[in-house]
């Protein structure tokens, strides 16, 4: 199995443009998390579905961010507008269980984004 | 809400030296303990877990013991080796992950 694949890698833009992060769970998982890592913030839970619904987004910091699973194969994250502030590493993860965090999450490399 | 808090770092210490990181915890409920580890330019993989209380963890040498009375967590490893030198997290679940801060360990040859 190939892993939790994201793209891009890495995204440099410039302040108030739109920036799209994509993610393919693995085959087969139902459960499918966005984080967001920061030196000073940490490691921080956006949003999370269970079969392709949003279950607790309640960490989306606020109405810039969005995030979409259309299909069990596929998720997005966009910013509309960015900031230099969201420049962060952003890591989709996935699972299968019921909805929590009670089985083992499989994390994807990460994409590293700047906004200048 | 739930929180975990983890000892402030970076560690650094030499091969073969024996190492601790701890972990304690805040939740409602009866959560789920793991520790992840990210080595350099990766995401997070999962090292241990611990379902319930009293339950040890172990992987590669490292292990967790899951402390109700203390709700503590803490990561033991008796001797660590270059290629342990990560970024470690402390983590429980209640309905998602909670993370740690996490904390980097540096060992030198």
């Known amino acids: 199995d190939a892993g939790v694949i994201q793209s891009p890698r890495h995204e440099v833009t410039e302040m108030g443009q739109e920036v799209t992060l994509r993610c393919k769970p693995i085959?087969?998982?139902?459960?499918l998390f966005w984080y967001r890592q920061t030196m000073m913030r940490g490691l921080e839970l956006l949003i999370y579905?269970?079969?392709?619904?949003?279950?607790?987004d309640s960490g989306m910091p606020e109405d810039r961010f969005s995030a979409k699973m259309p299909n069990a194969s596929f998720s997005t994250l966009k910013i509309q507008p960015s900031e230099p502030r969201d420049s962060a590493v952003y890591f989709c993860?996935?699972?299968?269980?019921?909805?929590?965090?009670?089985?083992?999450?499989?994390f994807g490399p990460g994409t590293r984004l700047t906004v200048l | 809400g739930n929180s975990v808090t983890q000892m402030e770092g970076p560690v650094t210490l030499s091969e073969e030296a024996f190492l601790t990181i701890n972990c304690t915890y805040t939740a409602t409920g009866y959560p789920s303990l793991f520790w992840y580890v990210q080595y350099p330019g990766e995401g997070l993989q999962l090292l241990l877990k611990?379902?319930?209380?009293?339950d040890k963890g172990s992987n590669k040498g490292f292990e967790a013991t899951y402390r109700k009375e203390t709700t503590s967590f803490h990561l033991e490893k008796g001797s660590v080796q270059v290629s342990d030198s990560a970024v470690y997290f402390c983590?429980?679940?209640?309905?998602?992950?909670?993370f740690g801060k996490g904390i980097t360990l540096s060992v030198r040859p």
């Open positions: 611990a379902t319930k209380a009293d």
């Open positions: 085959s087969g998982h139902n459960s």
């Open positions: 993860a996935s699972s299968l269980d019921s909805g929590g965090g009670l089985n083992e999450q499989f």
């Open positions: 579905f269970n079969n392709n619904v949003p279950i607790d």
């Open positions: 983590a429980l679940s209640d309905q998602a992950l909670t």
